[in-house]
């Protein structure tokens, strides 16, 4: 049976206080109205070009979490990633654009907003909002494959002493080479490549973007749902994830190497015992969270606002709402197919003792109806 120790739980919580920016993660960070800006790194390295970048925790989960800080009026530049990029809005008003000139089209999104931009398409985003803003990042995969910049940025870049080694396309700075031998530098991307990269409507974005109103909740998404304790609701935004809901759909379905959904719930309502072999974060965006570790619930730990926790795979997790209001976690788990959840054997018990139970396709049901089949 795999546990974990209290030393072991705290290791896997980055709290908001542990956030730490770097400002020169990436070529255009000298370019005029990009900066300053800060790139961060929860869960692996994302796609920082600088040896300065912070990571909190290294260990792989098929998937990266970072974040990104500016103030108003600065801009990340046009960049191409090859894995999935979900930009998750917890603060201020952001413009995305994209294509190779950032004139295919635009979209502004406020707090609470997810968009997932599509791979193998050139993207840039400008806090428009009046104040600082950040938003979460999750990038698919364990090795992102870094970057690719627009060709217009590394020219830009270049004017202000930045490039990138086509070793490893790591930051150089050409004006303190002092004397050392100038490494061979990134060319930007061929004409022909950008040429053939597929083009996204306005319609087609709008489609990858996640606003409140778009949230579709269900009221009994896990079989714990109808015991107390168990009580929330569940959004799905990318990929099936967890849901027991055998009619609950994402907004999102293809493939990211991770899913990603919303859950809410009233104080001393969440998640009851359970667990299962993906890696999974709990993002907590409202609200006071307590994420209590194996089958003994022996090892606990409190979760603020923007503070995320790590799970690993295979330990007994349960999740509750400790504040004194309506909490939102937003929860991100390592799989683009369903998450099997293996429930406590007291779950499954009481949940038999209210009337329901798993089907044979792991969706909630009538226990009624489910005698029907042996029939």
Known sequence: MTTIQPSQAEH?????????????????????????????????????????????????????????GMPNGVTNNLHLHFTAEVFMC?????????????KEGEFTMGEGGILSVPTWIYRGFTNTGPDDGFLFTCL????????????????????????LAAADSKLVDLNALEGEALPELLEPMPQQDIDQLKRWSLEDMRARVTLEEDLVWSDRPTLDSVLPGGQKRLASVIGHGLTEDRDQQPRVFNPHGFAMAWLEAKPGEGLLRHRH???????????????????????????????????PAGVWRSLKNVGTDVGRVLVITGSDARTQLEWSPEVVEQAEASGYALDP??????????ALRAR
């Open 277 to 311: 072999h993906d890696s999974q974060v709990f993002l907590v965006r409202h609200g006071e969270w307590e994420v209590a570790f194996n089958d003994e619930a022996d090892v606990t730990t409190r979760l603020g606002e923007w503070d995320l926790v790590s799970v």
């Open 140 to 163: 698919g995969q364990n090795k992102t494959g870094g970057v690719i910049w627009s060709p217009d940025v590394i020219r830009q870049a270049r004017e202000t002493g930045l490039a």
């Open 90 to 102: 917890f603060s201020g008003e952001w413009t995305f654009r994209w294509g190779v000139d950032g």
């Open 12 to 68: 896997r919580v980055v709290r908001r206080a542990d956030h730490q920016g770097c400002s020169e993660a990436f070529i255009d960070c000298r370019i005029p109205g990009s900066m300053p800006k800060y790139n961060y790194a929860f869960i692996g390295g994302g796609v920082s070009q600088s040896n300065k970048q912070v990571i909190n925790l290294q260990e792989a989960h098929g998937f990266n979490i970072g974040g990104a």
């Open 361 to 370: 396709n792991g969706y909630v049901a009538s226990t009624s109806t489910i």
